[in-house]
């Protein structure tokens, strides 16, 4: 059996180059501390450190028939990538909670409040806003019907009150039920009782909820 290598280093030796060990260990930490420090912080496409989430994102969407990339900060809401990013200051933020409703718009046809939602959780999304649905020369038949029952009165809720409107008889011809249906089996109707339930999450401040209810019944009535 051999023995094992005898060394020469002394005592003395091995404490010196334990500490030079030491020294360059603490340097290479310090330049690596350092070079995180100059890194970018992430607050760009493309500039996040590996295995965290990026900051901003390029989102692509098709807003009223336009399909269109916006980049965003991932915090962004939908709303504000619509209000501050695409300038469609029709939809409004009220509450900012989910509470009012002003912020209504419609995705995929189907009605949600816009300070509710990520603007990146809508990645190849439709998104429609009042803006979407007609203008003064071409009105919507809502928005018409709106108008000739004096169905505002600052206007502030109006456009998430149309497009609430325009989404929820959709869903009462899809026949989706609501609280107030009496028969879970048949077809939904669009009365009085459906759409004041249907519409309680459009809050007016104003009042005008009587003209409302007629501005949405004469549309489901022509539907009809």
């Known amino acids: 059996m051999q023995s094992p290598p005898q060394t020469t280093l002394s005592r003395r030796d ?7 060990t ?11 501390r350092a070079e995180d420090a100059s890194a970018p912080r992430g607050d760009g496409v493309g500039r996040d450190k590996p295995g ?3 900051s901003r994102l390029s989102v692509r969407f098709a807003v009223n028939g336009t399909t269109t990339e916006v980049e965003v900060d991932t915090r ?13 200051t029709g939809t409004k933020k009220g509450c900012d909670h989910g509470q009012c409703g002003a912020c209504t718009v419609m995705v995929n046809g189907v009605r949600i409040n816009a300070c509710l939602t990520l603007a990146v959780m809508h990645e190849g999304d439709e998104v429609t806003t009042i803006e979407g649905l007609g203008g003064p020369a ?5 928005q018409a019907a ?27 011809e899809a026949g989706i ?43 489901a009535g022509r539907q009809s």
């Open 138 to 142: 071409d009105l919507h038949p809502m």
């Open 76 to 88: 962004t809401t939908l709303l504000d990538a619509l209000r501050e990013q695409l300038h469609l």
């Open 177 to 219: 039920p609501s609280h107030v249906t009496p028969d879970l089996t048949g077809r939904p109707e669009a009365s009085v009782d459906e759409l004041r339930e249907r519409m309680s999450g459009n809050i007016c401040r104003c009042g005008a909820y009587s003209n409302i209810i007629d501005a949405i019944s004469d549309v």
């Open 52 to 54: 965290t989430l990026p």
């Open 22 to 32: 030491v020294t360059v260990s603490h340097a290479s930490g310090t330049i690596a």
């Open 146 to 172: 709106f108008v000739r029952h004096d169905g505002y009165q600052c206007g502030y809720c109006t456009p998430g009150q149309i497009c609430s409107s325009v989404a929820m008889l959709a869903e009462i």
């Open 14 to 20: 091995l404490l010196v180059a334990g500490a030079a």
